[in-house]
């Protein structure tokens, strides 16, 4: 087998179905003829996933459920890549991310050139702002329904552009050439991820701290390995109540703190971000996709740029 996704999610009924369906064969190009997995690894829900839910849809899922779960998801990711069957995998640590269409072709065509590349996604929220912001202001589920629709989603996964912010990480101006430290959707080999020990289970806390940009970092630094980031292509957040991407204020901040206390005490660093070359590949497929002017029209408008 190609590929495994490995999808994490908990109490996400209402998202897993689109995020499945960003992941389908007549979704994502050359789909068709791939021989692909995608392993959505409930944490926990409430009320399990609902096969039933995605069941129109052409993709090709199995329900791996965690016995004991915990308020991290570390445990299972680890499943996740125990479970995987494929050469490549594309590790999501929040099931709530939809894809726009090229990002399989992309990250496979990467491989083709490059037997030991690690590829990296670029991270949007859905919605007028990022959502830490946006929720303040009274962005909701309603609402996003309401943009998804407009742009009729579905039937043209790029338009999810339309309807987009990409996540700053304090940057005055976000461009595709920006350098990204953190992804929720990350190709690398199989082997790769075993070798790295997969995801660290001291990363204990609820939402597993940083244990996203932890991986994405090791995988970066090991040996022989060359990092990609995709232009043109997203992963695109759902608001679903997540723990540090729907909070504000303090509860934010205290959050981060403790996120930063439980990064240092594992890796004795402050260092989140991989220090290695970052090379670039992919195709702005629509003038909504050249985030680089839109990028640039808001940040003259909110001060950020002269």
Request: proline share 5%; glycine share 8%; net charge negative.
């Amino acid at each position: 087998m190609k590929l495994s996704v490995i999808l994490i999610a908990h109490d996400m009924a209402r998202e897993i179905p689109r995020t499945l369906r960003s992941m389908a064969r007549d979704y994502q190009v050359g789909a068709q003829d791939l021989e692909y997995e995608v392993l959505l690894v409930d944490n926990g829900s409430p009320q399990a996933p609902d096969p039933a839910s995605w069941a129109d849809i052409d993709v090709p899922v199995r329900l791996l459920s965690v016995d004991n779960p915990s308020a991290s998801p570390t445990p299972a990711i680890n499943l996740g890549l125990q479970q995987a069957r494929g050469e490549i995998v594309c590790y999501m640590c929040d099931a709530a991310h939809m894809l726009s269409p090229g990002v399989f072709y992309w990250a496979l065509t990467t491989y083709r050139a490059f037997a030991n590349a690690v590829v990296a996604i670029r991270y949007f929220y859905l919605g007028p702002d990022e959502q830490t912001q946006s929720v303040a202001e009274g962005y909701n589920q309603e609402i996003e329904d309401q943009l998804l629709q407009q742009i009729d989603w579905p039937g043209d996964g790029y338009r999810l552009f339309e309807i987009c912010t990409p996540l700053r990480a304090g940057a005055p101006l976000v461009h595709w050439l920006n350098r990204i430290g953190e992804t929720n959707c990350l190709f690398l080999r199989r082997s790769l991820f075993q070798a790295i020990g997969g995801a660290d289970e001291r990363f204990d806390l609820p939402g597993g701290g940083f244990v996203n940009m932890d991986i994405f970092k090791r995988a970066s630094e090991a040996a022989d390995t060359r990092v990609f980031q995709v232009i043109g292509e997203g992963s695109f957040h759902q608001l679903h109540g997540g723990i540090t991407t729907n909070s504000h204020g303090q509860t934010r901040d205290d959050t981060l703190q403790a996120y930063w206390k439980n990064y240092r005490e594992i890796r004795d660093s402050d260092q989140l971000v991989a220090d290695v070359p970052y090379f670039h590949l992919g195709k702005m497929q629509t003038a909504a996709s050249n985030i680089t002017a839109r990028e640039r029209r808001k940040a003259r408008a909110a001060g950020r740029l002269v």
